[in-house]
């Protein structure tokens, strides 16, 4: 609003001006909530409490901001589920791929309803009783969306057992949506949404369980779950609003701030603080984190999570860095309990690998950690904005894709504090200024990090390394471009072009190529990022496609859901296997059938590219060296991977 008025040079313009748009905050603060929420009972609320006043409080006087927090996906985290709301349509539909029996959706007088298996039921999964129940809460809107669905307990919440995939249009069994171990039948996810959802996908949420949430059955609990907003709202960024919206009703209260230029201090802005502070404000959560002991939990289950925009995140709880804390009483405790703690969500030297914790990441980045002065310090906003500028013309729905700031998409971000790369690009890439070697973004934050059925960008800046990779079996991003490279081409041009110490290596990885390696050998994360890879359109430029259908036709038949979507999603995208008939969900012999269909593909595909490249075990013939690939098949790392997205 500050800005707004610098060039409003009349007094009583400016006490026109905020006197309407007070005005206008008077009537939107002090107007009753509607009649469906004040009289819902059967699902978590929206309450006005703890001096947060929702979202619409703030559009009168800051209405740009507004309508970009409200095309955000922030905003549409959480929403009540409605025929408006709700990506999938609910209208007489049988949805078979979901867990148990179909599904079936029906839409009665705008509200949703579900039959499905009663996933709490005590019987064998085959003999569970049907029930059906009104789906009242959706979670998600860019990726997926969940549905939850009233238990009939309260406020208590329970999850359909089914998750609609947006890009893909279909349902898929809810545990497939997230990289599982196979054989594990499906868990209920009853109070999930009111004991751990609420804590990042709303605003001041308070569980209100009567003891520690797992402690007994949520059934037996009184639950009366609430929010000060759903969704991921203005309040979660800028502190409660309260104070701020009274205060600022008075006119010459914001026409003193005005003239004299101070800040406002009833309420947050996180870019104004440190870099330190105003990352946390993203860290609260996009972070992997617990409580330091059950006292805290108490806390949060009652009075709300007490971190506040502007205080030090770690006062209040545990950020887990294992390059820092593993050592610690708290950690400790965690893996006590929980021995694979750190393991489902980090590589093993302590960088995240899972999406959705890129304050992690930041943690790790020398730009962040060994920055010796504010101006130099790498943040969130380095790169992001919470809201949309006048002077970025892309479309608000183009932004929220990734919420980047106006030219952040390049090298922008990076060479403000690297102007002598900027100067000379190919001397420090040594690639074509303008080739997709040249950006920062892909050579120091390679797509490692996985979630949502698809890699996101590493958000530890890091430059590449042969030996991180052969340590911790991370890629590094000379491979994950170059797919058809060994380590051992790495390792040489590191060497020769900055100098980097050569890293040994066993035989197999100084003459097969790295990405034929994870995918054969690899966990299941590391396959899932590989298969990936090979639908990136950079890394298909530098190492050709014709040779990719063998890999992605054996990972068909992964044991790992999530795996196979992305094999065939990549797959798809492949010349001449776009029809490729084939469903992830499938049983195992139908999937093998899938296989060789796409191995025939494959055999008239390679004749016609004559493509032969032992790093690939392409034989002199251009076929596939079976043995070579059994043999590494055998040498697969099976450990189980339940990665925490």
Not at 65 to 77: G, V
Request: aromatic share 8%.
């Amino acid at each position: 609003m500050t800005r707004g008025l610098t060039s409003v040079r009349s007094p009583f313009l400016v006490l026109l001006i905020c006197g309407s748009a007070a005005l206008g905050v008077a009537t939107v603060a002090t107007r009753e909530p509607d009649l469906p929420e004040s009289r819902a009972s059967n699902r978590p609320i929206q309450k006005h409490k703890d001096g947060f006043t929702s979202s619409e409080t703030c559009q009168a006087c800051h209405p740009s901001e507004y309508a970009s927090w409200h095309a955000s996906y922030h905003r549409t985290m959480t929403q009540v589920a409605t025929p408006d709301t709700a990506v999938a349509s609910f209208k007489d539909a049988i949805i078979s791929n979901v867990h148990g029996r179909p599904m079936r959706l029906t839409e009665r007088e705008r509200q949703l309803w579900a039959e499905f298996d009663d996933p709490d039921s005590p019987e064998p999964p085959d003999r569970r009783p049907r029930i059906e129940r009104p789906v009242v809460m959706s979670t998600g809107s860019h990726h997926q969306q969940i549905y939850w669905y009233s238990t009939g307990h309260g406020r208590l919440l329970g999850q359909l057992p089914g998750a609609y995939i947006i890009a893909e249009g279909r349902w898929i069994p809810r545990r497939m949506a997230v990289l599982h171990p196979p054989g594990v039948s499906a868990l209920s996810e009853t109070g999930h949404w009111n004991s751990t959802c609420i804590a990042c996908h709303a605003t001041h949420g308070t569980p209100e369980f009567d003891t520690p949430f797992g402690s007994q059955p949520p059934a037996t609990q009184k639950v009366d779950t609430a929010a000060a907003e759903f969704g991921i709202a203005c309040e979660s960024c800028h502190g409660p609003a309260d104070t701020h919206v009274r205060q600022n009703r008075n006119l010459l209260t914001r026409y003193r701030l005005h003239l004299t230029g101070h800040a406002d201090t009833t309420i947050v802005q996180p870019t104004r603080l440190n870099p330190r502070r105003s990352s946390q404000v993203c860290g609260q959560c996009h972070g992997v984190w617990e409580f330091y002991d059950g006292a805290g939990e108490r806390q949060a289950n009652s009075g709300g999570l007490p971190y506040r925009p502007g205080d030090e995140l770690s006062a209040t709880r545990f950020v887990a860095q294992p390059t820092v804390n593993a050592e610690s009483p708290t950690m400790k405790a965690l893996l006590a309990d929980d021995s694979l703690f750190i393991r489902d969500a980090f590589w093993s030297d302590g960088k995240v690998r899972v999406s959705g914790r890129e304050y992690n990441g930041l943690l790790e980045s020398p730009c962040f950690k060994n920055a010796k002065t504010d101006e130099r310090t790498l943040s969130c906003f380095s790169c992001h904005t919470l809201h949309k500028t006048s002077d970025d013309p892309r479309p608000l729905t183009q932004w929220a894709d990734d919420q980047l700031s106006a030219g952040k998409d390049g090298d922008v971000a990076c060479v403000q504090c690297h102007p002598s790369i900027r100067d000379n690009v190919s001397g420090h890439t040594m690639h074509k200024a303008n080739s997709t070697g040249s950006s920062c973004y892909n050579c120091h934050m390679p797509y490692t990090t996985y979630g949502l059925l698809k890699t996101i960008r590493s958000h530890t800046v890091s430059s590449p390394s042969v030996a991180e990779s052969v340590e911790h079996d991370r890629p590094n991003a000379c491979n994950l471009c170059h797919l058809d490279r060994t380590l051992e081409w790495t390792n040489a041009a590191l060497e020769q072009w900055y100098g980097s110490p050569l890293t040994p290596l066993r035989e197999n990885q100084q003459r097969v190529a790295a990405s034929v390696l994870w995918l054969l050998t690899g966990d299941a994360g590391l396959r899932a990022i590989v298969s990936q890879a090979m639908a990136w359109r950079p890394a298909q430029e530098a190492s050709g496609t014709e040779w990719m259908a063998p890999y992605l036709a054996q990972l068909l038949d992964d044991p790992y859901d999530a795996v196979r979507f992305g094999a065939v999603r990549t797959l798809r995208g492949l010349p001449g296997f776009s029809g490729v008939a084939y469903d992830f969900v499938a049983p195992a012999a139908s999937r093998r059938a899938a296989q060789l269909r796409t191995m025939a593909t494959w055999d008239r595909v390679r004749q016609a590219s004559h493509r032969q490249d032992s790093a690939l075990l392409l034989k002199p013939d251009g076929s596939l060296d079976i043995e070579a690939v059994l043999a590494l098949l055998k040498q697969r790392n099976n450990r189980r991977m339940l990665l925490r997205e």
